[in-house]
T-cell receptor, first 112, second 110 residues
Framework: QKEVEQDPGPLSVPEGAIVSLNCTYS??????FMWYRQYSRKGPELLMY????GNKEDGRFTAQVDKSSKYISLFIRDSQPSDSATYLC????????????FGPGTSLSVIP | NAGVTQTPKFQVLKTGQSMTLQCAQD?????MYWYRQDPGMGLRLIYY???????DKGEVPNGYNVSRLNKREFSLRLESAAPSQTSVYFC?????????FGPGTRLTVT
């Protein structure tokens, strides 16, 4: 079993839809949970990070962490064509020097 | 505030040639990382450095060496390039829960 699992998609939605992206993980020591957006031929861009369980909202993006289920989600409201990208979840134990474990990424297309 | 910078952006090497990829960060982070990204393989960790003067192997270190020159700079060296090292290379730096990436170096080995 991989440490972090993520449905690779591709996921295609109409403009304005609510998008739900999800990851599951196996290491209960993970404390920090990150979501990255990566456009084609660009570096991953940190969208949001969350410490421990709970929700965090930033504009149209909401990150949720359920540590009891080892499950994290990213919701995108009112999706736009500019949201078309690959979304990677990532997590770490939270020390300043530890490794970050990435999911394989979900490819999202928002159709106008 | 430039974040994480990488040079060069593109490079073509012949098999057996050597080169060094440069990375620098201006966020005063202790930890720095080198990844490669290949289609269908996701991001794979090559080497990382927890602090100045320390380096550790990641998932795919063979064929690479690294140097943590100072707190800001972390370089990746290919001593004898092979076609299997054709990839996009990303440098990153990290503090606690936040890791930031550079724009990448697209390397082709023929």
């Amino acid at each position: 079993q991989k440490e972090v699992e993520q449905d690779p998609g591709p996921l295609s939605v109409p403009e304005g839809a609510i998008v739900s992206l999800n990851c599951t993980y196996s290491n209960s020591a993970f404390q920090y949970f990150m979501w990255y957006r990566q456009y084609s031929r660009k570096g991953p861009e940190l969208l949001m990070y969350t410490y421990s369980s709970g929700n965090k909202e930033d504009g149209r993006f909401t990150a949720q962490v359920d540590k009891s289920s080892k499950y994290i989600s990213l919701f995108i409201r009112d999706s736009q064509p500019s949201d078309s990208a690959t979304y990677l979840c990532a997590m770490s134990e939270g020390t300043s020097y530890d490794k970050v474990i990435f999911g394989p990424g979900t490819s999202l297309s928002v159709i106008p | 505030n430039a974040g994480v910078t990488q040079t060069p952006k593109f490079q073509v090497l012949k098999t057996g040639q050597s080169m060094t990829l440069q990375c620098a960060q201006d966020m005063n982070h202790n930890s720095m990382y080198w990844y490669r990204q290949d289609p269908g393989m996701g991001l794979r960790l090559i080497y990382y450095s927890a602090s100045e003067g320390t380096t550790d192997k990641g998932e795919v270190p063979n064929g690479y060496n690294v140097s943590r020159l100072n707190k800001r700079e972390f370089s990746l060296r290919l001593e004898s390039a092979a076609p299997s090292q054709t990839s996009v290379y990303f440098c990153a730096s990290k503090t606690a829960g936040e890791q930031y990436f550079g724009p990448g170096t697209r390397l082709t080995v023929t």
